[in-house]
C-alpha cells in the first residue's frame, strides 16, 4: 500500500448510463456503501462528462470523489470537442487518462497519454493512467516490456513531486469487459514491475508515494483476489462498477481486506 492512503476503489461508468436519472439512481446506491466504510476505502466515481455537474452535486458532502473519464492537454482554445484539465478542475478531483479504449478507438498515442497525465496533474486533478498489454503481448509472454515501456512514457512530463497525484491501473486489455481477468499473480507481478519502473523514473520516494491499481472485469467475487495483494492499491472496475449492489458489495469486501495485512499470492 502506497504510503498514507486507503485503499482506491474506482468506478469507470464508460459510455452509461444514457440518462441523467439513470446516473443519479446509480450514486444513490453506491453513496451509502462508501459512506459506511470511507475510513478503510476511497471511492471514486467517473461518469460521462454531461453527469459531472449533477453528479458532483448528488456527492457533496458524502466523501466519494468525482472523475472524468479524460482530458485535454491544451487548456482553452479552438478544440472542438474536447475538454481542459483546468475546466475539469472546478468540478473534480479526478481524471483518467490513456484507458485502452481511448488509446484503440481514438487512436491515442504514449505521447497523448503523457501530455494529458501531466495537464491533469498540473490543473490540480489526481490522474489514473492506465496501462496494459494486448492479448498477444500476453501469449507470448511480454507484458513486462510493453507495460514498462508504457509508464515510462506516461511518466515524461512528471517529476516525483508529482507522485502523490498519480495513480497507475494495470489493465490488461485482454481482461476489459471480457470476464477473463488476470491470474492474481501475474497482476502481482506486473504492479510490481510498475513500481520498479516508477522507481527508476521518478526515484524511490514517488515509487512509495504513488499508488498502483488492478483493473479488468473485477466484480464482487474477485476484488479480494487483488486489493489482499500487497502490490495493489485498490481497483479500477467498468462493468461491476454500473451495478450498485455489486459495486457496494465490492466497496464492503475492499474495507474488510484493508483490515487485515497483505500476504504475498
Ligand atoms: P471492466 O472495465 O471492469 O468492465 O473490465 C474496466 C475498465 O475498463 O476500466
Not at 476503489?9 to 459510455?15: C, G, I, P, T
Not at 473519464?69 to 487518462?97: H, N, P, R
Not at 487512436?107 to 489514473?128: F, M
Not at 497507475?168 to 486489455?173: D, H, L, M, N, T
Request: hydrophobic share 40%; net charge negative.
Amino acid at each position: 500500500m502506497a504510503e498514507g492512503t486507503r485503499p482506491l476503489l474506482a468506478a469507470n461508468w464508460k459510455m452509461n448510463p444514457v440518462t441523467a436519472a439513470e446516473a443519479a439512481d446509480l450514486v444513490r446506491g453506491v453513496t451509502e456503501a462508501a459512506r459506511q466504510h470511507q475510513d478503510r476505502v476511497e471511492v471514486a466515481l467517473f461518469p460521462p462528462f454531461p453527469w459531472l455537474l449533477g453528479v458532483a452535486e448528488l456527492l457533496e458532502e458524502t466523501g466519494v470523489g468525482l472523475g472524468a473519464q479524460d482530458c485535454y492537454w491544451e487548456e482553452k482554445g479552438a478544440f472542438t470537442g474536447a475538454v481542459s484539465a483546468q475546466m475539469l478542475a472546478g468540478w473534480c478531483q479526478w481524471v483518467i487518462v490513456g484507458h485502452s479504449e481511448r488509446r484503440a478507438y481514438f487512436h491515442e498515442s504514449d505521447e497523448d497519454v503523457a501530455r494529458k497525465a501531466a495537464a491533469g496533474v498540473a490543473a490540480g486533478l489526481d490522474v489514473i493512467v492506465c496501462v496494459g498489454e494486448l492479448d498477444e503481448h500476453y501469449e507470448r509472454g511480454h507484458t513486462e516490456p510493453v507495460v514498462t515501456a508504457q509508464v515510462k512514457a506516461a511518466l515524461a512530463h512528471l517529476s516525483a513531486d508529482d507522485s502523490s497525484h498519480l495513480v497507475i491501473a494495470y489493465e490488461p486489455v485482454w481482461a476489459i469487459g471480457t470476464g477473463k481477468n488476470a491470474e492474481p499473480e501475474h497482476a502481482y507481478n506486473t504492479m510490481r514491475t510498475i513500481r520498479r519502473v516508477v522507481a527508476d523514473t521518478l526515484g524511490d520516494g514517488a515509487a512509495r508515494r504513488i499508488r498502483v491499481l488492478y483493473g479488468g472485469s473485477v466484480n464482487a467475487a474477485n476484488v479480494e483476489s487483488y486489493t489482499a495483494l500487497p502490490t495493489c492499491d485498490g481497483c479500477l472496475g467498468g462493468g461491476a462498477s454500473l451495478k450498485a449492489d455489486e459495486f457496494s458489495k465490492m466497496v464492503g469486501t475492499v474495507a474488510e481486506v484493508y483490515g487485515h495485512t497483505p500476504a504475498s499470492p
